[in-house]
């Protein structure tokens, strides 16, 4: 490898930590133990992990030399290693890699571990599909990378930028212990409701913030995620690609709701068994979620099958999503960030760490609560005793 290449690979760099903007300070660049060697970030299509790592890069090394950013789509690496490429950079007084686009390179794990082991100086930092198996089931990189999951906008980064408000996360003990004085301390700087339905609608997701159209975007990134985080890294044939695209527009039409696999097999003509595999790699691309009792998992069948967000349940344009279903499934969601979901007790929907259990509603469909039971109530600013705010859980992360 002559200078020249790397040279230019710095340009790039350059030219893309000059550009970067990212208007929300993610979460996860404060929790990342940035001292280990070797790091994965994971997160859905559309997330944002390729301006995290630049962000990064920006805030921690400016134009330093020691840090390089690749995108591993380079035709460079078509014919040249990683552990090649990775020699030279720590001769020239390289440091940190941060590298986009993992899966674009064939024997990535292999190759991840040869740096780990013959460069003990490097740092390396890495972008990864959700569907890409870091640790289990990884026999090269399992046991030394540390895995983060990088997530689409919460409600309260949503609203710190739309609003130019600055509120901080809070734990759900917090939430539960306090909320009435935490609504009230967010409501008198601004309006959450004002903001809560667009977000539901387009807020997840931060590419709402480009002048593209939303709907037609994410559109493209879903058709991205079936066509390459499944079907290419998960190594499906192509000619199954209109069958898990039914599938999908199935489930966005009968979610959240129960899974009837016989129903489904017949309409889409594949086994039980493809049918619930196709279930398990729409939910490790961060397209479904699945709810299961407590002690269960796959490949048992799941209870309940839900959307990953309510961006999702709105691409779907031929018919508005229920209220309820929207609010079930940003509760589903904000709550599986940090914590274990599982079916809820008599009444309600989830229970958190087999803990307390939760109850998405409206002010009109109040469910009775008891010790370790709440209502997430849609439309309502404050509320009071077990009745809670349910953008208020839009806090946790």
């Given amino acids: 490898m002559n200078t020249e290449i790397l040279a230019a690979f710095f340009q790039t760099h350059d030219y893309l930590v000059d550009h970067v903007q990212s208007p929300v300070h993610r979460v996860l660049m404060d929790e990342i133990d940035w001292s280990h060697r070797l790091i994965g970030i994971k997160g859905s299509r559309g997330v944002g992990k390729t301006t995290f790592l630049l962000q990064y890069a920006k805030e921690r090394f400016g134009h330093d030399r020691r840090c390089l950013y690749v995108n591993l789509n380079s035709f460079y690496f078509t014919q040249h290693s990683l552990v090649d490429f990775a020699a030279h950079f720590v001769q020239q007084g390289g440091r940190t890699l941060l590298l986009d686009q993992m899966f674009k390179y064939d024997h990535w794990a292999v190759d991840l571990r040869a740096c780990y082991d013959r460069y003990p100086m490097l740092h390396i930092v890495f972008s990864a599909s959700p569907v890409m198996r870091l640790i289990d089931g990884n026999e090269h990189i399992g046991n030394i990378v540390r895995s983060y999951n990088l997530r689409g906008f919460s409600f309260r980064e949503y609203l710190n930028l739309q609003s130019g408000s600055s509120f901080e996360m809070f734990t759900l003990d917090e939430l539960l212990r306090n909320h009435e004085q935490l609504s009230r301390h967010v409501c008198n700087q601004t309006k959450p409701l004002w903001y809560f339905q667009d977000y539901l609608e387009h807020g997840y997701y931060p590419f709402f913030l480009e002048h593209r159209n939303f709907m037609e975007t994410l559109l493209k990134t879903m058709n991205m995620m079936i066509e390459v985080d499944i079907l290419l890294i998960k190594q499906i044939d192509l000619k199954y690609l209109s069958k898990i695209r039914t599938l999908l527009h199935i489930m966005m039409n009968q979610t959240p709701g129960g899974l009837n696999v016989s129903q489904l097999s017949q309409t889409i003509d594949v086994s039980r068994a493809t049918v619930m595999n196709y279930i398990k790699c729409l939910q490790d691309a961060r397209m479904l979620n699945l709810l299961y009792p407590q002690g269960n998992v796959y490949p048992k069948k799941p209870s309940r099958v839900y959307m990953h967000n309510t961006n999702l349940m709105y691409a779907l344009q031929t018919c508005q999503p229920d209220t309820l279903s929207v609010m079930e ?22 229970m958190i760490d087999g803990r307390d259990h939760f109850h998405a509603c409206t002010p009109d469909t109040l469910a009775r609560t008891t010790f370790r039971t709440y209502n997430a109530v849609s439309d309502i600013e404050q509320g009071e005793k077990h009745n809670i705010p349910i953008w208020l859980f839009g806090f946790l992360y």
């Fill in 329 to 350: 499934t940003f509760l589903y969601n904000a709550l599986h960030a940090r914590h274990k979901v599982n079916v809820g007790g008599k009444g309600m929907d989830f």
